[in-house]
């Protein structure tokens, strides 16, 4: 009788500063978006799941917040959810943007080289560089701190293009330890329907509005009625911390905020496979990153302790 392989399965944390490409990784990983993706910084608020499954492993990934320092309550809870990503690990990734490799993003991985959990380091956005810039970064992540803490492995990707990401999950895959399947066959995400919604909507004011703007907003579903089996309304609230802000958000004639719910309509279609009429309002709240019951409402709850 022939022996039934072993199933493998972990929990993968993808870490990085902000916007070298995390959610973007994790999209193509997991097949669908699951994460919302913007050229912004501090795009990612929350730790979001993923989950990959194949016939004889499971990799559940964890998408964090870029690593910054927290001027706020809301940075507060966004580093917290690295943390709490970080606890129960069974592997970590570390993700830099190939081209632009900064202080601290050395300084990362650094820190991940010595986790004792296997490791590894995605070089991405490479569809950006040359080559002969791509191989002296790689062999400068073998010295100093990396030449006593190595990466398990360094892998050239470019979540972008799919460049080298069949590399990735098969380094992740193989370094899974043995054990359970956490989640069924079918599913990609643990993430309530409401709060995909709510980051499609972010997603699009973050495309549109101006730089000094988007980090001051949050969204809010107040209702999701489905009306029949092929329709639904939903309703939502934009918040923001000006009133000046208010109006941008609007735009002359609610011309910006029409194309924010346009837009965000179409991808909430494509994730329901319903028709949806979304309805978008505008409130000023002001420093609601630093309240606590805001925080909450918007699905950033406080971390006790």
């Given at each position: ?17 902000p ?35 194949r016939?004889?492993?499971?990799m ?42 900064g ?6 991985c ?10 590894i ?6 569809d950006?560089?040359?080559k ?16 006593e ?27 899974l ?38 980090h ?39 011309a ?8 965000a ?41």
């Amino acid at each position: 009788m022939e022996e039934r392989k072993a199933f493998h399965s972990g929990f993968v944390t993808i870490v990085g500063r902000p916007n070298v490409g995390k959610s973007t990784l994790v999209n193509t990983l997991v097949g669908e978006k699951i994460a919302i993706v913007s050229q912004k910084p501090q795009t990612t608020r929350s730790r979001i799941m993923g989950v990959v499954t194949r016939d004889d492993w499971q990799m559940v990934l964890l998408d964090t917040p870029g690593i910054h320092t927290p001027r706020n309550r809301l940075g507060n809870y966004m580093m917290q959810s690295v943390k709490d990503a970080m606890d129960g690990m069974d592997l970590v990734v570390a993700v830099v943007d190939a081209h632009q490799v900064g202080k601290q993003d050395r300084a990362i991985c650094e820190d991940m080289a010595q986790k004792k959990v296997p490791k590894i380091l995605c070089l991405n956005k490479i569809d950006l560089m040359e080559k002969e810039e791509l191989l002296g970064l790689i062999a400068s992540f073998s010295e100093g701190v990396f030449a006593e803490h190595p990466f398990d492995a360094i892998i050239p990707i470019s979540a972008k293009t799919g460049d080298g990401m069949k590399e990735l999950e098969e380094a992740v895959a193989s370094r899974l330890p043995e054990g359970p399947k956490y989640f069924p066959d079918d599913m990609m995400t643990d993430q309530p329907e409401r709060l995909i919604v709510a980051e499609m909507i972010r997603e699009k004011a973050l495309l549109h509005l101006r730089d000094e703007v988007p980090h001051g907003i949050g969204v809010e579903i107040m209702g999701m009625n489905k009306e029949s089996d092929h329709f639904m309304e939903i309703h939502a609230t934009i918040y923001c911390e000006r009133e000046a802000h208010k109006g941008i958000i609007i735009g002359k004639h609610g011309a910006m905020l029409q194309q924010i719910g346009t837009e965000a309509r179409e991808d909430i279609e494509k994730l329901l496979d319903l028709h949806v009429n979304l309805k978008l309002w505008v409130k000023v709240r002001p420093d609601w990153r630093n309240r606590i019951e805001d925080l909450r409402n918007l699905g950033y709850e406080e971390k006790k302790g």
